[in-house]
């Protein structure tokens, strides 16, 4: 099992931590522009340039927002607000990830086989399809050297 897989841990938690990372980068004017955003309604941060992630970034969090609902639901660690707080937040995340899954099919073929266990709750899905991927080095990398802190220090818009 990866260690991105499982109840929250130490090691899960860890995992996701360091896959999550840098969350933020540093984006310049040139770059909202090509991304047609208006550089007067962007992030301004205290340092100079615009607060921006990358999509993937974005995905991951939803996915590990997900995870981290489906087991904290079954205990009774959460407040009602907390409940209504992550409903809101994973629709838009199953949202985003419909977009995303929609936008880069993986025409990959998967088939099914019958599992080993007698009382087996679903099909074991394979795929033997070669993927083609990005360099997950190169991605961390790029956003690591124009990484902005976690909690950055943002510029309110002036009114």
Known sequence: MADFQGAPSNVTREAWTALLQPFYFNASSSELSTADVPSQTAVRVKNGGYLASLGVYHELHCLNQMRNFLYLRTSSALSASQIDYYHTHLDHCIEV???????????????????????????????????????????????????????????????
């Open 97 to 159: 990830l419909r977009l995303s899954s929609m936008c880069n099919a993986d025409l990959s073929l998967y088939t099914f086989t019958w599992p080993k266990e007698e009382n087996f709750t679903f099909l074991d899905a394979h795929s033997k399809t070669p993927r083609k991927c990005v360099d997950w080095t190169q991605v961390e990398e790029w956003s690591d050297r124009r990484k902005v802190e976690l909690a950055p220090t943002v510029i309110m818009p002036e009114e």
